[in-house]
Structure formats: C-alpha cells, structure tokens
C-alpha cells in the first residue's frame, strides 16, 4: 500500500513520513491493555451508518464506517469506495472503547460524546514515538457525502462518468518527484460523488473515495481513505472551472505526510515497466536464504527439499503494508486452487521491529486473519536497506511487496516491484492475468 512511500525514494527521491519505517510495537500503552481486557461496559457504537473524522496537519480526513450489532456485540466495517474492512476485535472498558484495526497494529480509542457521537484518536503501537491523531464519529445522514459543498455537474464533467486517467507527478516538500497514474470516476447517477486511486511505480493507494465539492478559491476533487494503517487526504483544484483537463493540489498522509500533486488528463497515461526497475547483480541468478519460520524452531530456505523442483514465488512483505495485504487476498486463495500444479509461495516478512518473536506473532496474526496456507518467514525489519542486504544477490528491494518468480531450477526469472491492487480496476486485472501467464510458462518448462 505506495505504501511503503519511504521506499519509493529508491525509484524517485519521494517520500512521506508516514511510512518511515523501524520501530517496535509498544504493548504496554493503556489503550493496548485496553484492547486485551474484558469490560462488560456497553459500547456507545450503535448500529448503522457512521461518519469518522481524522484531525491531522491542519486538514480533516473524512470516512465512513457501518456498524452492526449481534447479540450486543459490535462490529465495525470500513468504507473506503467499493473496499469493506471489516473489524471484530472491539473492547469496552469503562467509557472507553477500542477497535482494533485488523492485522495493523492500530487502534480507534473512542469515547462516547453525547448521542450517536464519539470522541478519541487514531493510535499506532509500531512506531519508534507516539503516534495520536483526533479522531471524532457521529451518525451518518441519510446519503451522506463525505465532503460537504458537494456539486452535481454531469454534464460538465461528462468525461468522468467512464473514468478519467491522468498523468500525475507527484512532488515532496524536498523538491523530489515521483510519477503516477491518477484514476478519477465520477458517481454513475451524476451527483458529486467520486471514486479514484492513483498508482506508482511502488504500488496504489487503494480506494479512495471523496466528492467533487465547490470552494470560495474554485472547484475541487476530494478524494480520502482510511484502512486502519494509512489515513489520506487528496485535495485537488481545477485549473479552469468544469474543466478537469488539468488537477493540482495537496496529498497530506497522517501526522506529517505532505505532497504536491500535479494531474494532466492523459488516456495514455503509463508507468515504468515494474519488471524492470530492479533485478539481480552481475552473475547472480539463484537467491540464498535461510530465514527463520514464524513457527518457533523452524526454518525456511529455497533448497528445501519441499521446494525442489517447483516454481517457487516469493513475496516480499509486512503485515503493516497495505499494498502487501492486497497481494496476499490474491495470492492465499490462488495458492489453495494451483498448489497441485507444482507451485509454491514463500511470504518473507520484513516487520517494523527487530524482535523476532513479536515479528512472528504479527505475521501469524496476518496468516490466521488472511488464511494464508503458504509458509511465511521472519526476514528482517521493514526497511529498504536492510531488505537488500537479507537478500544480497539481489540489486535492490524498491518496495513493499515486491514479487520473485524462480523457475524449477530454483533461478530467479522475473522481478515484479509493487503491486496494483483491485482499487485500481483493470490495471489490477492486468496484474492478475500477468501474473498466471508467468506462471503458466514457468510450469510449460
């Protein structure tokens, strides 16, 4: 989930601080201990339909959530465009309730603010200094929009009902630039609300989801998201009113994630090739590794005798990355459908601490949650650098995930760098359909 965005400085100089990575998770914190007790207070989420506000850099990061009750029990899903996430590990001690926010180690610690209103913050337990952002949520009204000042221009913005592809640059408070692909749609029924994402050579931002809203400065597109890992915030001015040839504007991304956007409306639109921005060094052709299993006491290699003689992936990733989740709903049922073929997949996980036991709970945490039935390794911290060095024959790690295909002789073949997930509609069926040709061929020899 660009998610990894500090690792895009490899292929572009840009990055945000965000995803800076390093850290252990901090367990002792009174909302994690809240999480893990038994109240028998009353939740003050009650069933329907709910507007969240996150309060960062000056900026509200708006989403919606539904919330459904079963037997006074709470559960909480995501909305994030057609995205459902959905959360059932939520606490409630005292006047305080914690959602835990699925395999991230992440929090929502709410307390109740009046009727159908609740007030707290966003909290991360993996990062090296506290991490809080102000979070507010009161019940949704019927058709709500989640940016108000919406405009209905159907006819002006005609263009947007198939979907729009703009090429994008985006540039860092450094002066650093990286390329994208923007993707905006406009609501089938010709209201302000709009769907989009934007790919990069290191992955997607997943759904994003706003509206076309109207300013004292100018029309705008507002696009947001919150998966429980990122919160984003895409806020766009036209250059011309009703006209969307042209998009510039701010990305803000959590405490202190700040961009700026520059969008040309472009049906040509395209990325770098992703299985050419890195590849092995002069020579190399096979990886040696041999990393501890998320099982204590085991260990995972590619000359294992399990892997002799099959087309063998292997996943670069981290139960903190998005864009790597998004892989993985692909990967653990495609493994369960093709592992007869001879195939197998290898998850090398590379988690934001350097104790290899909590590493192995976040991963099997991941395996449990996801059904991931291919094996998974404990491969290092969640950082460019290191990821290289565990990985010395190969050139570079660009980003989380990253995917490397070796063929029966145990070679590596083919390089894939990030990942376009299904918020980025048929660029992630492209993805799809080029991943099982590689395979097919691969399993052809």
């Known amino acids: ?46 069933a329907g339909t709910w507007r969240g506000v996150l ?10 959530f539904d919330v459904a009750t079963n037997g006074g029990k709470p559960t909480v899903t995501l909305r994030n465009g057609e995205e459902r996430l959905k959360l059932d590990e939520i606490t409630t001690t005292g006047d305080s309730t ?22 707290g913050a966003w909290v991360k337990y993996d990062t090296g200094s506290p991490y809080r952002i102000p979070f507010v949520a009161a019940k949704a009204t019927e058709n709500q929009e989640l940016f108000s000042g919406g405009t209905k221009k159907a006819e002006v913005f005609g263009d947007l009902k198939q979907g729009a592809t703009f090429r994008t640059e985006f540039k860092d408070d450094e002066g650093n630039t990286y390329p994208a692909v923007g993707i905006i749609q406009q609501d089938s029924t010709g209201g302000s609300g709009i769907t989009g994402t934007f790919l990069t050579t ?37 250059d011309k009113p009703g006209n969307i040839n042209r998009i510039q504007g701010d990305f803000y991304s959590g405490k202190a994630g700040h961009e700026t956007w520059t969008a040309v409306l472009d049906g040509n639109a395209k990325l770098p090739d992703a299985n050419a921005l890195t590849g092995m060094k002069p020579g190399q052709k096979k990886l040696s590794f ?46 369960e459908k093709n592992k007869s073929r001879g195939v197998e997949i290898i998850g090398l996980g590379y988690e934001r601490t350097e104790d290899q036991k909590l590493a192995s709970q976040k991963l099997l945490k991941m395996k449990q949650r996801m059904n991931i039935g291919y094996d998974l390794a404990v491969a290092g911290v969640a950082d460019k650098d290191a990821a290289s060095k565990s990985l010395p024959q190969l050139a570079k790690v660009l980003a989380f995930p990253t995917t490397i295909f070796l063929d029966k002789k145990g070679e590596v073949r083919k390089i894939h760098t990030g990942f376009s997930g299904p918020g980025t509609g048929k660029y992630y069926q492209q993805e799809i359909a080029e991943f099982n040709k590689t395979i097919d061929q691969l399993l052809a020899e």
């Open 55 to 64: 309060s960062t850099q000056g900026q509200e990061i708006p989403f919606l």
């Open 98 to 119: 914690t959602i835990r926010l699925g395999v991230f180690d992440a929090a929502l610690v709410v307390r109740p603010d009046g009727t159908g209103k609740v007030t």
């Open 290 to 335: 041999k990393f501890p299993s998320i099982f204590e006491g085991g260990s995972i290699s590619p000359s294992d005798p399990k892997y002799a003689g099959k087309v063998v992936v292997l996943q670069i990733l981290g139960s903190w990355c998005p864009n790597c989740m998004d892989e993985t709903n692909f990967l653990a049922p495609w493994y």
């Open 202 to 238: 290191t992955g997607d931002y997943r759904y994003l989801a706003g509206n076309l809203v109207t300013k004292a400065d100018g029309e705008h597109v507002m696009l947001s998201t919150f998966d429980g890992s990122h919160g984003f915030l895409f806020d766009g001015k036209l």
């Open 1 to 46: 989930m660009p998610v990894a965005i500090a690792i895009r400085k490899a292929v572009a100089g840009a990055g945000l601080a965000l995803a800076a990575v390093a850290c252990q998770s901090n367990s002792t914190t009174s909302e994690n201990q809240a999480a893990d007790a038994s109240g028998a207070a009353s939740s003050p989420l009650t």
